[in-house]
T-cell receptor, first 113, second 115 residues
């Protein structure tokens, strides 16, 4: 069965510091992996995705993630945090053949001035 | 494209009342999903449809919850009777069959408060 584990429900960084949000997955099928961002009082927006090909994936707002099959990880990074990055971030993996995504419990990112 | 449209944005109702949440998916999308988000349980998949047919409703918490998709452009999630523990943000999302190419598109959600 497919599952996603996000390490750390809350992460706090200073403005300008590196952002690292961790995601590990379990999948019995070739994984498709996604990161979504949710700003306060809004729906989830797609940040980036890995399907096939290049394992380093770039997304919007300067975020990127690297698919590491040997570590079953898909961690999200950004070199320099901005105040506007404060939001909740969700990692997701495909649930199998039926087209559903399995979401992690989310990591809330706070950015200190 | 207007995206996934949910209505109402906010709903406050009294315990025992019927609540109906509405969703208009993106035109041409094959799949429609209903999620519930709470602080305690995070994002939970309630039910999803493929070509208007319910595929998996195992996430629907109780018989008080029901969902329909009468056509490709409209879906409802109904709670009858509502209870305070149903208070949450309910999201609708839609996707193409090739969800791996584009992921899901989420609506802005309906914040439900049952008092």
């Amino acid at each position: 069965a497919q599952s996603v584990t996000q390490l750390g429900s809350h992460v706090s960084v200073s403005e300008g510091a590196l952002v690292l949000l961790r995601c590990n997955y379990s999948s019995s099928v070739p994984p498709y992996l996604f990161w979504y961002v949710q700003y306060p009082n809004q729906g989830l927006q797609l940040l980036l995705k890995y399907t096939t090909g290049a394992t380093l994936v770039k997304g919007i707002n300067g975020f990127e993630a690297e698919f590491k099959k040997s570590e079953t990880s898909f961690h999200l990074t950004k070199p320099s945090a901005h105040m506007s990055d404060a939001a909740e971030y969700f990692c997701a993996v495909n649930g199998g053949s039926q087209g559903n995504l399995i979401f992690g419990k989310g990591t809330k990112l706070s950015v200190k001035p | 494209d207007a995206g996934v449209i949910q209505s109402p944005r906010h709903e406050v109702t009294e315990m025992g009342q019927e609540v109906t949440l509405r969703c208009k998916p993106i035109s041409g999308h094959d799949y429609l999903f209903w999620y519930r988000q709470t602080m305690m349980r995070g994002l939970e998949l309630l039910i999803y449809f493929n070509n208007n047919v319910p595929i998996d409703d195992s996430g629907m918490p109780e018989d008080r919850f029901s969902a329909k998709m009468p056509n490709a452009s409209f879906s409802t999630l109904k709670i009858q009777p509502s209870e305070p523990r149903d208070s949450a943000v309910y999201f609708c999302a839609s996707s193409l069959r090739a969800f791996w190419a584009y992921g899901y598109t989420f609506g802005s959600g309906t914040r439900l408060t049952v008092v």
